[in-house]
């Protein structure tokens, strides 16, 4: 939930309930509430603001569901970052040390198109062996990819001990 202390909105309150089908799948049970602070809020709530939602959160339960049937490798869409002409070059000299090391394994660009279109939240801690398995790659090679990535300045490296219960960090 998140309520405002200014504008038109007072606040909205997003909940997400899942719950087994008969079939043994997962029904997913979405509901957006908001609440006007005024007139205008009103109007906003009325007319654009709950057609604009339904489309969106409609779109991401789509994303949702093709990722969740293998059809997609993120779950949503991230904004790509727009690249400079600076920053395009360094990042193609890493990848083509990477790609010159004996540990590459033609797996670079593929690392780098899932890291330039991956959440921030994916990105702070990337899985070499949850890769692996995405991509149906052996997990040695993506693990050497990785350590190579390091080594080139491509990725930093930083252990993080899981818990076996909660499995986080």
């Not at 070499?128 to 991509?135: D, E, Q, Y």
């Not at 350590?147 to 080139?152: A, F, G, H």
Request: glycine fraction near 6%; charged fraction near 30%.
């Amino acid at each position: 939930m998140r309520v405002f202390s200014k504008g038109p909105i007072r606040s909205i309150c997003a909940t997400l309930r899942l719950s087994s089908d008969d079939a043994g799948g997962t029904i997913a049970h979405y509901t957006a509430e908001a609440t006007a602070a005024n007139l205008f809020g009103t109007c906003i709530l009325e007319t654009v603001f709950l057609r604009a939602s339904r489309r969106i959160f409609t779109n991401l339960a789509d994303e949702v569901r093709e990722w969740s049937e293998g059809r997609r490798e993120q779950p949503f869409e991230a904004k790509r970052k727009t690249l400079s002409p600076s920053e395009r070059a360094r990042l193609d000299a890493m990848v083509a040390r990477v790609e010159e090391s004996p540990n590459g394994h033609q797996l670079v660009r593929r690392l780098l198109d899932w890291m330039l279109g991956a959440q921030e939240i994916d990105l702070m801690t990337i899985r070499p062996i949850v890769l692996a398995k995405r991509w149906n790659t052996n997990v040695r090679l993506v693990v050497e990819l990785c350590l190579q990535s390091v080594k080139e300045g491509l990725l930093e490296l930083r252990w993080d001990l899981l818990c076996p219960r909660c499995r986080g960090a």
